[in-house]
Nanobody, 120 residues
């Protein structure tokens, strides 16, 4: 009953930009961390960027200085601004929302994925 819907993916030339959006809806009372993961063909899924409810951010080394994650808590939406895109960024990008509970229990919610393709 919790849905995460991504948008903004597509095909872009190297050096171009895209902005991904992820809107969360449904029966969720609180969202703690949110993030973007990606999985390229034949590779493992990796964390790209994360953001806490308070706005603290983290990035994987390969995107630092090029990508920016942000969130609008009032709209339950997280964004990923992707600049200076490289062919190595080509992957399916997945939105994640996480809630922390007592006793170290965690709820994770995932979007369906959006394709980002960067041509050389």
């Amino acid at each position: 009953q919790v849905q995460l819907v991504e948008s903004g993916g597509g095909l872009v030339q190297a050096g171009g930009s895209l902005r991904l959006s992820c809107a969360v809806s449904g029966s969720i009372f609180r969202i703690d961390d949110m993030g973007w993961y990606r999985q390229a063909r034949g590779n493992q899924r990796e964390l790209v960027a994360g953001i806490t409810a308070g706005g603290s951010t983290k990035y994987t080394d390969s995107v630092k200085g090029r990508f920016t994650i942000s969130r609008d808590n009032a709209k339950n939406t997280v964004y990923l601004q992707m600049n200076s895109l490289k062919p190595e960024d080509t992957a399916v990008y997945y939105c994640n929302a996480r809630r922390f509970h007592a006793s170290d229990y965690v709820d994770d919610y995932w979007g369906q994925g959006t394709q980002v393709t960067v041509s050389s």
